[in-house]
C-alpha cells in the first residue's frame, strides 16, 4: 500500500495565541539552514524505509508559505528522487497573511497540487482576538491568489466556538467562506491547550470557553449549513465538495502508513510511530553533527493500536469497517467493545450498516466521551 509523506516547516510570522503546534515566529534566519536539514531527513527516512511508493504529501506547519516556491520545489524534487513518488496530492498549507510575497503559479510549477489556507474567520475582532495576522479582505484576495495560481483543490480552515463570538458571526464566517467555493472545508472547535496564551488566558479569566452544549450547536449548524451548500461531511470537522476529501488526512484517520520529515514531525510506518525532535535550533545542529534526529519511539501494543483504529476510523463517516478491524486484530469490534459498541446503539449514538459501524449525527456530538468509553472498557 502506498504510503503518506507528511513535511513540517515549524516558521510562523507570529504565534497565535490558541495554537500548540510546533512553530515559531521567525523572521527567516534559520529557513536556510532548516531546509538543509530537511532534505538530509528526507534522505534519511528513506535509507530506513526505502524507496516505497507515496502517493500523498502534505507540506504542513507553521506556515510553509514562507518558503518562496523554490525551496518548497526542492522539497518535492528530494521526495522524488527518494522515493516513487506517485502523489496525485501534493498539499502545501498557506497562511492568508503571506500569500503575496510569492507567486502561488511557482508552487503550482513546483508539484503542490492542494492549498490549505487558514482563515479561521472572517470577522476582524474574532481574527484580532485569535492573533492571526490577516484580515478579511487578505483572505478573499489570497484565496483569488491561489485560484489564478491554477490551483482547482482549495481548503479553507475555520474556527467556532470562540470567546465571544456568535452565531450570527459565525454564520457569516461560514457564508463567507462558502461564497469563495472551497472544494473543501474544515471548521474547528476552538480549545485551549495547555501551554498556550489562550489556556493561560482562560485560566486568569481574561478569556472565557463556551460551554460544551453551545459548542456542539455551532458543529451541528455548521453541518447542515455546509450540507445545503453542497459540502459532505466525511470526517467529524471536515467538508468537501465530491471527491475532494484530503486522501493525506484520510490515512490518519484511517490509521495508515505516513512518514514524515521536520522537527517535532510524527511518522507512522504501520507498526512504529516516531516523532523528531521538536526545536528548529535543536534539529539543525543535530543535522550538521550527524546526530539522530528522532526524539521518540513507540511501537503500540495489540490493545493500543485496537483502540487508536476504533477512534480515529469512527471519526470518518465511512466508519469503523468491521472485517478490515478483525483482519488486523482477529475478533469484529462487537467481541472486543461489546457493552460500549451496546451502550452506544442502545442510546443511538452509532448505527451499523454494509459491515460497518459508524457514529449517528448524536454520536459526533458526544464523540469524545464516547471515545473515553471505549478505553475504559478495555482498561
Ligand atoms: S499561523 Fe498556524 S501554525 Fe502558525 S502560529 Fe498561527 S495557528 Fe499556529
Known sequence: MPTGFYVHIPFCVRKCGYCDFNSHASTGE??????????????????????????????????????????????????????????HEIT???????????????????????????AQSFDAAE????????????????????????????????????????????RRSLDAAVALEPDHLSAYNLTFEPGTEFFKKRAEGRLREKPEDEQAEFLSDSASRLAAAGYARYEISNFSRP??????????????????????????????????????????????????????????DREQAMLEAV????????GL????????????????????LKMAADRGLVSRADGAVTLTDSGILVSDTLFGEFAKERA
Open 30 to 87: 534559520l529557513h536556510a539552514d532548516y531546509l538543509e536539514a530537511l532534505l538530509g531527513d528526507i534522505d534519511a527516512v528513506r535509507h530506513r524505509h526505502g524507496s516505497v511508493a507515496i502517493d500523498t504529501v502534505f507540506i504542513g506547519g507553521g506556515t510553509p508559505s514562507l518558503f518562496p516556491p523554490g525551496q518548497i520545489g526542492a522539497i518535492v524534487d528530494r521526495l522524488a528522487r527518494n522515493f516513487r513518488l506517485e502523489a
Open 92 to 118: 502545501m498549507e498557506a497562511n492568508p497573511g503571506t500569500v503575496e510575497r510569492h507567486d502561488f503559479a511557482g508552487y503550482r510549477k513546483a508539484g503542490v497540487t492542494r492549498v490549505s489556507m487558514g
Open 127 to 170: 481574527l484580532a482576538m485569535l492573533d492571526r495576522i490577516h484580515s478579511p479582505e487578505e483572505i478573499v484576495a489570497a484565496f483569488r491568489a491561489v485560484r489564478a495560481g491554477g490551483f482547482d483543490n482549495v481548503n479553507l480552515d475555520l474556527m467556532f466556538a470562540l470567546p465571544g463570538q456568535t452565531f450570527d458571526t459565525w
Open 243 to 300: 471527491g475532494r476529501a484530503c486522501a493525506h488526512n484520510l490515512k490518519y484517520w484511517r490509521r495508515e502508513p505516513v512518514l514524515a520529515a521536520g522537527a517535532g514531525a510524527f511518522g507512522f510506518d504501520g507498526k512504529r510511530r516516531w516523532s523528531n525532535v521538536r526545536s528548529p535550533q535543536e534539529y539543525i545542529r543535530r543535522a550538521k553533527t550527524g546526530e539522530p534526529l528522532e526524539a521518540t519511539s513507540e511501537e503500540p
Open 311 to 318: 477512534m480515529c476510523r469512527l471519526r470518518l463517516r465511512e
Open 321 to 340: 469497517e468491521e472485517a478490515r478491524f478483525q483482519g488486523e486484530f482477529g475478533a469484529p469490534p462487537a467481541e472486543m467493545f461489546p457493552r460500549t
